[in-house]
């Protein structure tokens, strides 16, 4: 149910409230939230709560040191995990200046800026999520390990599968939170889950995809184990992928999805790095079913691009290269406009790629261009590119570009 600020205090006030968090997250995606108390809740929908933004990386310096959130009454989720009286609820907000203008490193804000793009050009995006994590064991001392909850395989099942009451309660989690869990079983690695979610749009889904998060380790934690959502936590083992599944629909009823998927492909590079914002990152591509190519196909697990449902209203594609570490504001938001710079440049459709990449010889796998190879490499292609520094808040790329030349 999506609240009015009018309704949510209304509600704060009938079921004893006690505390709100005001969430958002910096450029990387990395969350943060202050709580209010409920007499603080109508300044904080008519002006805002202040945050010491020179404490959050890539928000400024002193120089430019206060911001305000504004929560999104629309985002209201009760915590599940926290007392049922006297009981404590989520909002997403907004960032703005102290001067009331949108804050430029608001990712949150770049993502709904995108989506607006779109609907003025006819287009509406929709987004759907997997993503991967593993479940490690705790030391003696409450620290985490890398010694894996269980030995389980792909889709395995109990009692191999020692993830899958962890799963279910992280689904019920979601249920109450109003968030609609599509499927989840066991991947490959042991130890490691995945839990996948319903299309949705796209402000939405990168919300929920923030609080899937929080909810994983919470969890987790309550389970006595450590959720890790990081590329690669074990060298020899797959990686954590955080599959982006997108389709769009045109007002004028034309399908353009090869167009989308043809933007995607020609500016994948410039955009890896926001993808891929970490070291590790780039250990995870080239090796179980993790791209290497900027390739596509219809069922092939080794390309960049799958399509596995092609035809008519149901095309969508899956993005595979991404990885938990993105911010899927940024993420989202950059796949939308590079969908809508395919659809504006026309771009036809590259051959299939119907091979397995991962087996195909040297001579095959030289006509397809890779992906970046390292943080590096990805920075320099996104300082490179127009298409970055026309649709990305220069607050955030710098932040992104000085993160990686560290």
Not at 168 to 196: A, K, V, W
Not at 244 to 255: F, P, Y
């Amino acid at each position: 149910m999506k609240y009015s600020a009018n309704e949510v205090i209304q509600y704060i006030q009938e079921e004893d409230v006690k505390f709100i968090r005001l969430a958002f997250c910096d450029v990387f995606g990395r969350q943060k939230n202050i709580s209010i108390m409920p007499t603080e809740l109508r300044r904080a929908f008519e002006y805002g709560i202040a945050i010491d933004a020179s404490a959050i990386e890539g928000f400024g310096d002193e120089a430019h040191s206060d911001l305000l959130l504004r929560p999104d009454p629309s985002t209201l989720t009760v915590l599940p995990w926290r007392p049922e009286h006297g009981s404590v609820v989520r909002m997403a907000c907004n960032i703005f200046a102290s001067d009331g203008t949108p804050f430029e490193g608001d990712c949150r804000r770049f993502l709904q800026q995108a989506v607006e793009y779109a609907r003025q050009k006819g287009a509406q995006f929709a987004f759907g999520s997997e993503m991967e994590f593993y479940l490690f064991r705790l030391d003696e001392c409450g620290n985490p390990t890398k010694l894996p909850y269980d030995q389980a395989g792909y889709l395995d099942i109990a009692p191999e599968d020692r993830g899958e009451n962890v799963r279910r309660e992280i689904c019920l989690t979601l249920e109450q939170m109003g968030i609609q869990p599509e499927s989840s079983h066991h991947e490959e690695g042991p130890g490691q889950n995945e839990i996948d979610f319903r299309y949705s749009d796209p402000l939405s889904a990168a919300d929920n995809a923030m609080i899937f998060q929080t909810v994983v380790k919470t969890v987790a934690q309550r389970n006595g184990l450590f959720a890790d959502f990081s590329p690669k936590p074990l060298q020899d083992k797959p990686g954590n992928g955080f599959h982006i599944n997108l389709s769009v629909k045109l007002q004028d009823g034309t399908d353009k999805m090869n167009c989308v998927i043809a933007g995607i492909l020609e500016k994948v590079k410039e955009i890896t790095l926001f993808l891929n914002s970490c070291e590790e990152s780039y250990q995870r591509f080239g090796s179980d079913k993790a791209p290497k190519y900027i390739s596509w196909s219809s069922e092939n697990r080794s390309q960049l691009v799958r399509i596995p449902a092609a035809i008519g209203e149901y095309c969508r594609a899956e993005l595979r290269s991404p990885d938990p570490c993105a911010n899927p504001y940024l993420a989202f938001g950059l796949l939308i406009y590079a969908g809508m710079y395919g659809i504006e440049q026309n771009l036809p459709l590259p051959q299939p790629a119907n091979i397995n990449l991962y087996t195909a010889p040297a001579s095959v796998r030289a006509k397809f261009e890779l992906l970046p190879r390292t943080l590096q490499t990805a920075c320099t292609f996104a300082k490179q590119s127009d298409f970055v520094k026309n649709c990305l808040p220069e607050l955030i790329a710098q932040g992104y570009y000085q993160k990686a030349n560290l």
